[in-house]
């Protein structure tokens, strides 16, 4: 009897010390690994190989996105007491130094596969039918804002330019060196706008005169501000973000 | 496939160091037993993967504008910069997404989430919680989940399920308004995003706790089998 008590609680006791053995065991195994995690892990991902697999993946992730894109699916839009105000400036640059465009001269050169390469001025593209919108901004780092922005349907503008709506990209080169570019089925979104004004007054130099082309469907730093130059290419042209790592599709 | 098949016998007689040094113990009669499918095990590990990847670059991307009024340190953080750590996250997803997606697959066709997550009472689940914390949860069975391991393995699922609705609101946040509109658009979306990734990163916590104090569970989520006492 007193023997059974006496192997029963040596059996006890052994299984615990394993027990404690094998925990010890395991933290230790646990923290080599994080140790080892810790000392490769930057390298592993500046390796070129490591790169070039995140960019290829951005690549087949603009693919994606142009099969997700659904020409008809519109951005919901917003009563104006839901604008957001003040309304933030971003850029690469700081506010004062936005770019001056003066309008006397100003011109928009449209050249590429269009039939009419003329420059249009301002007066010209104020005469255009008008339509607004009311939009959620939205950045590429979290944040949004809601505003209100007009001008013409860009659609409308391609149409009367006469470009070639088969092409694959319109690009953009703005005042401030910003350029960037899209894909053709989000340049005929019917919310896509070649907009002048912002709320109620003609878009300010701060927010991209003389024009921003704006698109709902896309994120904020695909919409270009202070464009002076647009043309239609099979050539996929890149642009400022995008050649540095940002999605190129960037699409909402 | 994951039927509970013992695969070996009894095991000898062990000396031990320390205070018992030369002491012959009674040998406790060990059983092996298949507890994890290979499937299980495969799609596991790599959803570990993907989790670190997508919560490493997750916080860089939130750090861009954190909403909640702090950071996350830049060292626990993938990516470098905003840019790269979209790409991780971006790529990472497809990841997660592919490989929860043959996990659940698996489990509803083999009926492996069925047999191992249910049933799923409420007050079985607090009971064993409430045991758990104060260290008294039975684990003389490995083959069998808790109550509380059911509720948390069930409760993790549905939380990355959350995370890819809410993630995909926040990719696509116009194609998906439809999703968008059950948790507040856009803006809503981000808050949902982020407490689902803090209550993933919360059960990752416990589990790796857990497995720490029951470490003979770790080597079955490799191998499959587990040492259990025969009776």
Known sequence: ?252 | MDETTVSSGARAATTHSGPLQGVVLMAPQWKYVRVHPLIVRITHWINALAILLMVASGWRIYNADPFLGFRFPDAWTLGGWLAGALQWHFAAMWLLALNGFVYVAYGIVSGHLWRKLTPLNPLAVVRDIGHAVRGRLAHDDLTMYNAAQRAAYFGVIVLLVLLILSGLVLWKPVQFHAIGMLMGDYEGARYVHFFSMAAVVLFVIVHVLMVALVPRTFPSMFTGRIRTRAS
């Not at chain 1, 052994?14 to 080599?32: H, N, T, V």
């Not at chain 1, 080892?36 to 603009?62: A, F, H, I």
């Not at chain 1, 809601?146 to 409308?156: H, T």
């Not at chain 1, 130099?205 to 002076?228: A, C, V």
């Open chain 1, 1 to 252: 009897m007193k023997r059974k008590t006496m192997a029963t609680s040596l059996d006890d006791f052994s299984r615990r010390e394993i027990a404690s053995l094998e925990r010890r065991l395991f933290m230790k195994r646990g923290l080599s690994l994080g140790a080892l995690t810790l000392l490769s892990g930057c390298d592993v991902t500046n390796q070129e190989s490591v790169q070039k697999v995140l960019w290829t993946m951005s690549r087949w992730n603009d693919r994606v996105q142009g099969w997700i894109f659904d020409p008809n699916q519109l951005a919901p839009e917003f009563p104006e007491s839901r604008i957001t105000r003040p309304f933030p400036f971003n850029a690469f640059y700081g506010i004062n130094e936005a770019p001056v465009v003066d309008p006397t001269n100003y011109k928009l050169e449209v050249s590429g596969l269009v039939q009419e390469k003329k420059a249009w001025t301002l007066p010209e593209l104020y005469a255009l039918p008008q339509v607004s919108q009311v939009t959620r901004h939205i950045c590429v780092e979290g944040w949004s804002a809601i505003g209100k922005w007009s001008g013409v349907r860009f659609s409308e503008f391609l149409r009367r330019v006469g470009a070639d709506t088969t092409a694959r990209y319109v690009g953009f080169k703005c005042a401030d060196d910003y350029y960037t570019s899209i894909d053709m089925p989000t340049a005929l979104h019917p919310q896509t706008v070649l907009t002048f004004r912002f709320g109620d007054r003609i878009l300010p130099r701060e927010y991209g005169f003389p024009m921003k082309l704006r698109m709902p469907t896309k994120l904020g730093f695909k919409n270009p501000k202070h464009i002076m130059a647009l043309f239609v290419t099979n050539d996929y042209p890149g642009g400022y973000w995008e050649d540095q790592g940002y999605n190129w599709y960037s699409g909402s």
